[in-house]
C-alpha cells in the first residue's frame, strides 16, 4: 500500500505521539509514527495496538537486536516504501520525465505504469525441484524492483552505481532487512528486500572477490534467523544456496569452505542446487549435441544441393560457350557476305564478269 494512502485513511498520524524506538548496540533512539508502524506489519500492530496501551504503558519499541543500518531502512521503507543501502553511491542527477499519468485533486497517482522487468509468468511459477537449474535472473517469483516510479511531477527514476566494495556490504545489509521483516510479519518489506538482495547479487558477476565475508555473513544469518519451511518455500534460503551453487567454482576457495564445513541447513540445500545444476548441464550438453546434429544433417543437405548446382553450372557454362561459338562463326559468314555484296555495288561489271 502506497504511503499517501496511508495518509489519507489514517488522517490521526499528524495528532498521533510518535513512539520512541531504541535501535543497535549503543541503543540509539529513533522516532516513528504509530499508525505507519501498524498498518505495515500484523506483529507491530499488535505491539502497538495491544489491551496494555489501554493502561498507559508506552514503553519505547525495542530493537537494539538489529543495528542502526538496518532500522533506518526499515523505517525508510514504512514512510517512502523504498529504501537505500547506507555506503551505496547514487546518481547525483535524479532524472524525471514527462508522463501523461491522470493526477486527480484527491491525490491519486497512478501507480500501474510501475512495472517489474521480470515476466509475470516467471513471478508465479512454482518451485519444482527436479528441474535442471534456471538463472538466478530467472528465480525470483517476486520479480525484480521497479525503475520508474511514478509521481505528482511525473515518471521518477535513480540510478544506483555500485561500487565493487560496497557490494557485500549491501548484501548483508538485505539479508538483514529481510530477518526483521520476516520476524515481524512485514510481509512487503519482505518481498522487496529479496528483490533488492537479487538486483545486488545479479550485479556481481565479475566481482566475486569483493562479496566475501559479507556472503557468509548473510548466509549464517538467513540459516539462522528463518526457519526451514516457510510455505511454500523460504525464498532467501533458496536465493542464498542458488547464488552459491551457481558461482560455486568462482567463489573465495577459503570463506566457502569454512560455511560448508559448519553443515547444517545450508550444506543440505546447496547440495540439492549443485545438483539441480548437474542436471542442467547434462541436458544443456544434450541439446547441443542434438542442435550438432541437426546443423551436421543441415550441412550434408546444402552440400548436395550446392554439388548438384555446380553441376548445373557448369552445364549451363558448356551451353553458353557453345552459343558464343555459333553466335561467331554466324557473325564471321554474315561479315563475309556482307563485304560481297558492297563490292558488288562498287563495282556491278566485275560481278558480271
Not at 7 to 31: C, H, M, V, W
Not at 211 to 240: C, M, Q, W
Not at 318 to 334: A, M, P, T
Request: charged share 25%; proline share 6%.
Amino acid at each position: 500500500m502506497a504511503v499517501f494512502q496511508k495518509l489519507l485513511q489514517n488522517p490521526s498520524i499528524f495528532t498521533d505521539s510518535p513512539l520512541q524506538i531504541i535501535a543497535g548496540e549503543n541503543k540509539r533512539i529513533y522516532y516513528a509514527h504509530s499508525t505507519i508502524l501498524a498498518c505495515n506489519s500484523s506483529a507491530l500492530n499488535a505491539r502497538i495496538n495491544g489491551p496494555w496501551r489501554e493502561h498507559g504503558n508506552s514503553e519505547p519499541i525495542d530493537w537494539s537486536d538489529f543495528d542502526e543500518p538496518t532500522v533506518e531502512c526499515v523505517l525508510s521503507y514504512v514512510y517512502t516504501s523504498d529504501y537505500y543501502v547506507p555506503g551505496a553511491v547514487y546518481d547525483e542527477q535524479e532524472k524525471y520525465r514527462e508522463t501523461g499519468n491522470d493526477i486527480d485533486l484527491d491525490g491519486n497517482f497512478d501507480v500501474s505504469d510501475v512495472e517489474s522487468p521480470v515476466p509475470d509468468t516467471e513471478l508465479h511459477n512454482k518451485w519444482e525441484p527436479d528441474r535442471p537449474l534456471p538463472p538466478l535472473s530467472r528465480y525470483s517469483r517476486f520479480g525484480l524492483p521497479a525503475l520508474t516510479f511514478q509521481t505528482a511531477a511525473g515518471g521518477f527514476s535513480k540510478t544506483t552505481e555500485n561500487r565493487p566494495e560496497a557490494l557485500g556490504h549491501a548484501i548483508l545489509i538485505h539479508s538483514k532487512v529481510y530477518c526483521f521483516a520476516h520476524r515481524f510479519c512485514f510481509t512487503e518489506l519482505e518481498e522487496f528486500a529479496i528483490q533488492r538482495l537479487t538486483q545486488v547479487l545479479l550485479a556481481c558477476n565479475d566481482l566475486l572477490s569483493e562479496l566475501f565475508p559479507h556472503l557468509a555473513d548473510s548466509i549464517r544469518l538467513i540459516y539462522g534467523s528463518t526457519p526451514t519451511a516457510v510455505p511454500p518455500e523460504n525464498p532467501a534460503r533458496r536465493l542464498l544456496s542458488r547464488f552459491v551453487a551457481l558461482r560455486y567454482s568462482a567463489l573465495s576457495v577459503e570463506v566457502l569452505e569454512t560455511v560448508i564445513a559448519e553443515g547444517g541447513d545450508f550444506m543440505i540445500d546447496l547440495s540439492h542446487q549443485l545438483c539441480r545444476r548437474l542436471a542442467s548441464s547434462g541436458t544443456d550438453t544434450q541439446i547441443m549435441e542434438e542442435q550438432i546434429d541437426e546443423l551436421q544433417a543441415r550441412l550434408e543437405v546444402l552440400e548436395s544441393e550446392a554439388q548438384r548446382k555446380e553441376i548445373q553450372l557448369e552445364r549451363y557454362k558448356e551451353e553458353i560457350e557453345q552459343w558464343e561459338s555459333w553466335n561467331r562463326g554466324l557473325s564471321g559468314k554474315y561479315s563475309k557476305a556482307k563485304r560481297k555484296v558492297k563490292q558488288a555495288v562498287i563495282d556491278p561489271n566485275e560481278t558480271s564478269l
